[in-house]
Nanobody
């Protein structure tokens, strides 16, 4: 079955950096658009970034533009989220999301916690 497994979360001070990873299995990774979302308790899940199937197209939420970078390695079935200049408001559970390029199929990972605090 399809699995998305995130890792790389943790505690970081404001201004610090983290790199999240999401390893996919059970699907043909190169055919899937990959996205990162985040969610804090009591709020809706928020879009963070998206990368196309060939990594040629990336988009970002305005709140992270210029600080976060999404990338993918199709040979490793992995999507990354490099987060620099972290702010307390970036603290959330970060989720990896796979969206089929030619259908409505979608899968979610279990999430990884990012805490930004001094």
């Amino acid at each position: 079955q399809v699995q998305l497994v995130e890792s790389g979360g943790g505690l970081v001070q404001p201004g610090g950096s983290l790199r999240l990873s999401c390893v996919a299995s059970g699907l043909t990774f190169r055919n899937w658009i990959m996205r990162w979302y985040r969610q804090v308790p009591g709020k809706e899940r928020e879009y963070v970034a998206r990368i196309g199937t060939t990594a040629g197209t990336t988009t970002y939420a305005d709140s992270v533009k210029g600080r976060f970078t999404i990338s993918r390695d199709n040979a490793k079935n992995t999507v990354y989220l490099q987060m620099n200049g972290l702010k307390p408001e970036d603290a959330a559970v970060y989720y990896c999301n796979a969206v089929a390029a030619r259908s409505t199929a979608t899968y979610w990972g279990q999430g990884t916690q990012v805490t930004v605090s001094s």
